[in-house]
């Protein structure tokens, strides 16, 4: 009573002072729930109760709230049914509800019933191949029904393309849904380095583009926040630096404050100082700004190690492939310096790889520098611009270091062979003078490597094709311990997989079964430099490491740079995996603990270093049953000598010892921990986010007996300025 009598009031308070507030919202239903309660469905295309989302093979389904909605997916197209409401009194002035799928008029609809005729009726927008499965906000006028008894059928009675239809959040209003404004633009002068866009995570996409003086320059999907952003993405201002830019948005609801967020401005914006971020990798090179994926292009020329990645500027997750480019001169500090190659109407950036053409083959060095050249696919069909158009490979090459870059005008340099041909590594071959290419294709369901030759870098032929073999491809020489004059060539895929051969120019031939690679998780599509000067002789590899940094504007991170190496094993020459040397630069003050026996009970020998970010490095002699574990932060790392096994956080990885010892070095940072043992036979990279409050380190047996020959612990310093 007490209750409805201070409503009374506020009701009487409010006509006092003129004000009619809109009355609060009736939701009819949200399906959140497991199933769909009182609501009846017939037929098989709603399933057993409200989707989480996209259903098998369908394409991404967005702009749902919640974890729940209806979709009409389920068995594909060629289901049907209906789903009925119960009756709800009709008691606002406005039904209003998201809706996708089908734009097909009584086959692909939600309809509402009152005296059992149907008085409204709403579809999906999508009737051609292609369209988008985003659900949007639609309402009806319904003041005319108020205080009258309605019910809703959602329908799904279409068999073909688009036969289906997405229904979430249906609600009685008083005010109606939004509506929406197509093409919405906002002009600027570039007067500034960077536009700032306002990015909401989770938000449908919208596809953006720029146009400098009436031409389209850049056009990207972005989940732009029409109101509060998470985080600002940045679009470089500086190739059209004074001139006039207009931002176009394909549409956007009326009461969007997208267009007035948007920013000109010379620094990036965000909540903390750049490499500041509370989960920002401190030595591990991540983007200043978007998701970054495969390493693509590493090459070193002049004194600097070149590293271009997969990069979504203007999104936390996958999409709009650029090429990011960073430079390093020690491998270690790296200046990222903006976008090397953007989408065009051949498609998105997709990876590859890089060389410096010394002998200008390629023909487009100057008389002051040689050229790079960076081979890339160009993904057909993945952005506006090149809708219709297949995977291709193309070139590119700068002659100023690297600074700016041209396509060739002639791409591609190879037409499409399969559907979603692609990653092309370019190699050297000394023996039989040419250039080397080798390509993922896939093949009536085969995946395949490849192997093309160019003496010109323009032209290429195919050779041969090795089978196995999945994605970003990397192909180069190693030699073989105690033979100098001969090495063995290393074949390997995304996964990190290899194997060993010969090749004569034409034809790999392994000696080896397919062998595996790193031994841990979320570490693919690694990439090893080219023009690594012969004085100097290393192979060095950097991988993706698929290590999220939630709520950050930035997302993934890559390995640690590591050097490649074969070693005789019982089974024949094997893949070592280390950290790269350059990596001490990094080291604070170390605690050094000598040679000690450890058993259970025995005290921490690292009882009193603390620190954020570590390097550890253990050698030790266990006895049979002996387990030894380390923690740092919150990761627990253990060897179990009877079983020859690592375990990281519970992961399992095959780590024999070596004569008789392990030698282990681990590398914390902010979200990753990465261990080396058996002398580099054994590499476990893993996605980990340390505790915050956890600083301290152990080193303990937990049963058996061990001597511990060495330990080292060194605290690391941060890579960033």
């Not at 469905?41 to 749902?64: I, K, S, W, Y």
């Not at 996409?205 to 952003?229: H, M, N, Q, Y």
């Not at 487009?364 to 081979?375: G, K, Y």
């Not at 080896?512 to 998780?521: E, S």
Request: hydrophobic content about 35%; proline content about 7%; aromatic content about 10%.
């Amino acid at each position: 009573m007490r209750k409805w009598m201070l409503l009374w009031a506020a009701c009487l308070i409010g006509v006092g002072a003129g004000v009619t507030a809109p009355a609060p919202d009736v939701l009819i239903a949200d399906f959140e729930g497991t199933n769909y309660g009182d609501w009846k469905a017939t037929g098989t295309a709603f399933g057993p109760g409200p989707a989480r989302g996209t259903l098998p093979n369908q394409m991404r389904v967005q702009g749902f709230q919640g974890k729940g909605l209806v979709n009409s997916y389920f068995g594909g197209d060629s289901s049907t049914g209906t789903l009925t409401s119960p009756p709800f009194k009709i008691e606002r002035a406005y039904l209003k509800f998201l809706i996708g799928g089908g734009g097909f008029a009584g086959q692909t609809c939600m309809n509402l019933y009152v005296d059992g005729k149907i008085v409204r009726t709403a579809t999906g927008p999508n009737t051609r191949p292609g369209g988008s499965e985003e659900l949007d906000w639609q309402s009806w006028d319904v003041r005319e029904f108020i205080g009258r008894t309605g019910t809703l059928e959602i329908v799904d009675r279409a068999t073909g393309g688009w036969g289906h239809i997405n229904v979430d959040h249906i609600l009685l209003s008083d005010t109606p849904a939004p509506r929406w404004r197509e093409k919405v633009q906002r002009q600027f002068t570039a007067d500034r380095r960077y536009l700032l866009l306002p990015v909401k995570n989770g938000a449908p996409k919208r596809w953006v583009s720029l146009l400098v003086e009436g031409r389209l320059e850049r056009d990207f999907d972005i989940e732009l926040a029409d109101d509060t952003p998470d985080w600002w993405a940045v679009l470089e201002l500086r190739p059209f630096a004074g001139k006039t830019v207009v931002v176009e948005v394909d549409r956007l609801r009326e009461d969007s404050k997208a267009m007035d967020l948007l920013e000109l401005g010379d620094a990036l914006k965000g909540t903390h100082p750049l490499y500041r971020e509370p989960l920002r990798p401190q030595f591990h090179f991540s983007a200043q700004r978007g998701w970054l994926n495969d390493p693509n292009g590493l090459v070193y020329h002049d004194g600097e190690y070149h590293l271009f990645f997969q990069h979504n500027p203007y999104g936390w997750n996958w999409g709009n492939m650029h090429w990011g480019h960073a430079v390093s001169r020690d491998l270690v500090h790296w200046q990222e310096i903006g976008e090397a190659l953007y989408p065009d109407a051949l498609g998105t950036m997709y990876s590859g790889s890089a060389i410096v053409d010394h002998r200008n083959d390629a023909g487009f060095n100057t008389a002051d520098s040689p050229a790079i050249l960076l081979f890339y696919t160009a993904a057909g069909g993945e952005n506006r611009m090149s809708r219709g158009r297949p995977y291709t490979q193309c070139m590119a090459f700068s002659t100023d270091r690297g600074r700016s870059w041209t396509k060739y005008e002639k791409n591609p340099i190879l037409p499409n062979l399969t559907p979603g041909n692609r990653d092309p590594k370019v190699i050297w071959h000394d023996s039989s003078k040419q250039w080397i290419m080798t390509l993922y294709v896939e093949t009536n369901k085969t995946h395949s490597i490849f192997f093309f030759g160019s003496k010109n870098l323009r032209d290429w032929q195919f050779l041969s094709r090795t089978d196995g073999f999945f994605e970003c491809p990397d192909f180069f020489p190693l030699a073989v311990p105690g033979e100098p004059v001969r090495a063995l060539w290393l074949l390997t895929g995304a996964s990190s997989e290899y194997m060993l051969g010969h090749f004569d120019g034409t034809r790999f031939a392994p000696v080896t079964p397919k062998l595996p690679g790193h031994l841990g998780r979320d570490f693919y599509a690694a990439q090893t430099y080219s023009d690594i000067p012969p004085a100097d002789g290393r192979r060095i590899q950097i991988g993706w490491l698929r290590a999220p940094s939630p709520g950050m504007p930035f997302n993934q991170c890559m390995s640690l740079p590591l050097e490649l190496g074969l070693l005789n094993t019982p089974d024949g020459p094997r893949l070592t995996m280390q950290p790269a040397r350059e990596l001490q630069k990094l080291r604070g003050q170390p605690t050094t603990v000598k040679q000690m026996a450890l058993g259970p009970g025995a005290p921490n020998p690292l009882a009193g270093a603390r620190g954020e970010l570590w390097e550890v490095r253990i050698e030790f002699t266990p006895m049979p049953g002996t387990i030894l574990e380390c923690k740092l932060r919150g990761a627990t790392i253990q060897y179990d000598s009877d079983r020859q096994e690592l375990r990281i956080n519970g992961h399992r990885a095959r780590a024999p010892l070596r004569e008789g010892r392990q030698r282990l070095a681990v590398y914390l940072d902010r979200t990753t921990v990465e261990v080396f043992a058996s002398d580099g036979l054994t590499y476990v990279p893993m996605p980990f986010i340390a505790k915050a409050d956890d600083l301290g380190l152990e080193v303990q047996v937990q049963t058996g007996q061990a001597t511990l020959e060495s330990l080292t612990a060194w605290p690391l310093r941060s890579i960033w300025p």
